[in-house]
């Protein structure tokens, strides 16, 4: 979950490689550092915390070497300080390393034995000694890193250098991601594209067990057992406006008020307007008309076809986090409208709990990044299953877009707040699009229902631009509402996975504590939390659950609890009822869920920006979850 950046090339590798962490720092925040050469020495400047912390440190610090490395980490051995900040050097190697070392302590025991004294507490350290020592015997560092690559098990990507050879660096990957860009003149290597395209749009994509060695801007690939490897360049559609704040306070709000745009452009390849009919376009549907959805050969012979989809017979929905509550809005969707039984698991419960997965069985993960290891693997235990696959993925060439056999995007755009928000809605609207397709292919539905549910989805994005004016009202009502000793956030259908990613959000961001809870279940036990302390979040659209739902907020009102209710249109008996009404348009039940998410994500800011919390990067979390 750490962040790595290399950089060889004319311009400032110290700009470069600091410019491209402050991208990653999304993945990492514990420390952070940079070794850099100068005067044919790589200088090493590290700092514990932030990457602001850093920069102090690098304002005075100049550089007059081409080549150089950084890293900011997310700590898993050791704790965060400098002394376990990357880059690690040894002798004249320097490395960063994101991921796990799975059999460290062997590998420890081995060189403490052979007299090597680690000055950190991580695994990464270990595996600059190994590579130190052989680079020794080779006198080459790529064949240094051959030697080393068959005794590291674990989930990792790896980025080394070494003095002696200083226009090469040399890449490596079981696990997490690493990308190349390739420009004109210069070589940039990252953890995520966002850290590439301000030097360049065209890149290669490292694949597990294989070695990259890049000498200036000469970049050539080898498996493990050093066959060499061809891989096109591939060129990416993100721009470099898109990964600024435009304007806002935080890429988080940023992102909030980007969700009409994110929902269209996750609707627009699969509405066909002008027969209000849904379709699923895309490589692993059968049509391959986005130049940028272009499959991986490998990946050619296991195509999900309309006729394979329409013999499906059980979906499993595995997702972790905020992904995880998408699909159980997904579930709703599809049994509702595709009369399709669903199963919706935790990722980390799924891989582990040897699910049953019969015949005609879709598996569909969701995940943001595309990198989630307990995604990734409940994605390749279905496969070893015989089930087929379909992923829903922000990020494109992820490493489980590439696996699964079908593909969804959300389309969103970069998503650089660690809270999810638009990826959030862009997957509600993908399980709005499967369903209805879904339901025509198994007749579930008729024409007519489909356009119905087609206008309902086509009208969305700008119901949303609506609802984004209640960015206003929780600015002003955060100091009240951060008083609470804690939220209850409810719902029902629908609504009530909307209750869960509702406490989330408030939980990851402002530290506070927060429950999500399905209605019909507060007699069950949370009726007892109420007082006039606990903030009730109500989620009662208009929609069939609606009166039992204002019941159990007549409820909760009767023990004392203050009310905020979310509700459809002027509802006079929610209003009076309630301590703050918020209004959301007419919807379709279907997208009820994508306005919702609006005044529950605004919330969590406000109350976390009035406690002073910094909202980007809330504490011990990190955006890439790339280990278990
Ligand atoms: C919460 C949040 C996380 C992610 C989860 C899965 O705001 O962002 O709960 O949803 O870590 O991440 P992806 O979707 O990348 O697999």
Redesign the pocket.
Known sequence: MCGIVGYFGPQDPKEIIVSGLKRLEYRGYDSAGVAILHDDKFKLVRASGKLGELQKKLATESFNGRLGIGHTRWATHGVPSERNAHPHKVEGISLVHNGIIENYQQIKSQLVADGVQPSSDTDSELVAHLIARKVKVTGDLFKAVQQVLPELVGAYSILVVWEKQPDTMVAFKNGPPLIIGVGEKETVVASDVQAIISCTNRVIYLEDLEIARIRGTKVELFTAGGEPIHREIKVINWNPEQIEKAGFKHFMLKEIHEQPRAVANALAPHINVDSQRTQLTGVGFGCASFEELERLDSAKDALLTAEKLSAIERIFIV??????YAGMVGKYLLEKIAKIPVECDIASEFRYREPVIPPRSLVLV???????AD?LAALRLAKSAGALTMSIC?VRRSTIDREAHGHLYMNSGPEIG????K??VSTLAMFDVLAVYLGRLRKAIGEIEERQYVEAFLEVPSQMEAVLAYDKFFAEAADRLKAFKGLLYMGRGVSYPLALEGA??LK?LAYMHAEGYAAGEMKHGPLALIDERMLIVMVAPKDQHYEKTVSNLEEARARGGKIISIGTGNDANLKSISDYYLSLPMADWTVNPLLEAIPLQLLAYHVAEALGYDVDQPRNLA???TVE
């Open positions: 997702a972790c986090g905020t992904s995880f969701v995940s943001q990044s595309g990198e989630t995604t922000n660690v809270a999810s928000t990826a959030f989330l959000k990851e955006k890439s979850v």
